[in-house]
Each structure stands twice: as C-alpha cells, then as structure tokens.
C-alpha cells in the first residue's frame, strides 16, 4: 500500500481535518492544493471540500465509510444541504447526540462500525443504518474515543499500544483481521487522529517514525 507523512494547518493529527473512503476524502475548503494532490495521489480518491460549523475539523466531526456519511449535530441546515447537494450517492445522517466528535468515538469501514459505549440505542442504530454495517459498543485500551486512537480499513485494523491481549482478541473476532498495536506521531496513542487511512494508503502525520509507519502498514496491508 502507498503511505506519505505531512502536516495540515501546521498540524500532525491530520485525521482531525479529514475522513475518507475508498473513493472520496472530505477534506476542509482551506485545504492547501499540495496537501489535497498529495491525499488524491496516496488514498485513490478525489478529495470532496466541505464544511462543519465554520470549521476545518472535518475529521473530528464526520466518520465516513463507502456507504455513507454520518455528521455531528453542531453542522448546520446549510452545510447539510450543500452535502447532500454533492449528489455523491452516500447516506447522509446528522448524530443527534452530546457526544458531538463522531470522528473521534466511531470507527468504521464498509463491513462493521465500532463506537463509544455511551452512545444510545437510537443513536446506535442510526449509525448502522447510516453506514449500512453492524455496530459494536466497545472500548479500546481504555478509551471510549475508539475513532481517535485507532485506525480501520477494509483491508486491516492498528490498535493503539493500550489495547489488550483480550480486547485485541476480540476485535480480530469481529473484524476478521490480525491487527497490529502500535503508536503514531513520534509514541502517540492517538493513532486515529494522526492518520487518514483507507485500503489503498495511508497518510500520517509527518512526526510519525518510520518505525510506526511501518506497524500501520504492517497492520492495514
């Protein structure tokens, strides 16, 4: 698989700015040309530009799997419509939930979503729906922020270095995968947040160690 390092808006969590699919990559409007040809080039996509809100977090606030969409509520009507108005073929869903960073406490690919325990029955089934894959309520090495500090692709599954023999157990179970622990950004466990990654790359941010590059390849390939 191909895999690049770099920054957006002088950041290395670049998942907080980006989610993807295997054909799209949303990414914020401000989003440097180079970085975008860098994404497009590395992940096969076409990078879609949209808003949440006003901001560029388009990676803490959306999750997005081949199937769909899913949004936290603090978007507003008018990013919603110009969403829909892509006519991208996906499932478009706002999250009605307190818990506003979708990014950050789900993570999907085209098979099966898991996501922050907190989130409610109703909430939980909108998000299948959305995504058309079952869902799972679990935590990953402690943390209810699965999206954040993890990375799953159709091809593989990077569990960040707090998971345990139990919990990595279970998750090959579920998602069919070897998966590999490992951290991002020079011993972040937030590997989730400073990655986008689909089945045919990833990209890092540039503090990452080739060491770590290499779990993640080791992991989603």
């Given at each position: 698989?191909?895999?690049?390092?770099?920054?957006?808006?002088?950041?290395?969590?670049?998942?907080?700015?980006?989610?993807?699919?295997?054909?799209?990559?949303?990414?914020?409007?401000?989003?440097?040309?180079?970085?975008?040809?860098?994404?497009?080039?590395?992940?096969?996509?076409?990078?879609?530009?949209?808003?949440?809100?006003?901001?560029?977090?388009?990676?803490?606030?959306?999750?997005?799997?081949?199937n769909g969409l899913i949004i936290s509520n603090i978007a507003s009507d008018e990013d919603i419509k110009r969403i829909k108005d892509l006519d991208l073929g996906m499932n478009i869903a706002v999250i009605k939930s307190s818990i506003n960073a979708i990014g950050n406490t789900v993570l999907a690919n085209d098979r099966i979503a898991i996501i922050?325990?907190?989130?409610?029955?109703?909430?939980?089934?909108?998000?299948?729906?959305?995504?058309?894959?079952?869902?799972?309520?679990?935590?990953?090495?402690?943390?209810?922020?699965?999206?954040?500090?993890?990375?799953?692709?159709?091809?593989?599954?990077?569990?960040?270095?707090?998971?345990?023999?139990?919990?990595?157990?279970?998750?090959?179970?579920?998602?069919?995968?070897?998966?590999?622990?490992?951290?991002?950004?020079?011993?972040?466990?937030?590997?989730?947040?400073?990655?986008?990654?689909?089945?045919?790359?990833?990209?890092?941010?540039?503090?990452?160690?080739?060491?770590?590059?290499?779990?993640?390849?080791?992991?989603?390939?």
């Amino acid at each position: 698989m191909d895999a690049a390092k770099c920054q957006i808006d002088g950041s290395d969590y670049i998942g907080a700015f980006a989610t993807t699919t295997e054909k799209y990559t949303f990414v914020p409007h401000a989003l440097p040309e180079k970085v975008k040809a860098l994404i497009e080039k590395i992940l096969k996509t076409k990078c879609i530009s949209i808003s949440v809100a006003g901001t560029d977090l388009i990676g803490l606030f959306c999750r997005a799997n081949s199937n769909g969409l899913i949004i936290s509520n603090i978007a507003s009507d008018e990013d919603i419509k110009r969403i829909k108005d892509l006519d991208l073929g996906m499932n478009i869903a706002v999250i009605k939930s307190s818990i506003n960073a979708i990014g950050n406490t789900v993570l999907a690919n085209d098979r099966i979503a898991i996501i922050d325990p907190e989130y409610s029955i109703e909430q939980t089934a909108q998000i299948g729906d959305a995504l058309g894959v079952e869902v799972v309520r679990l935590e990953i090495g402690g943390f209810k922020t699965v999206g954040a500090t993890n990375i799953l692709t159709n091809k593989g599954l990077a569990i960040n270095n707090h998971g345990t023999e139990r919990e990595k157990a279970e998750l090959d179970k579920i998602t069919g995968f070897d998966s590999v622990r490992t951290t991002a950004n020079t011993g972040s466990l937030s590997i989730g947040l400073a990655s986008v990654a689909n089945s045919a790359g990833v990209v890092t941010g540039d503090e990452t160690t080739g060491f770590e590059l290499n779990r993640i390849i080791q992991a989603l390939d």
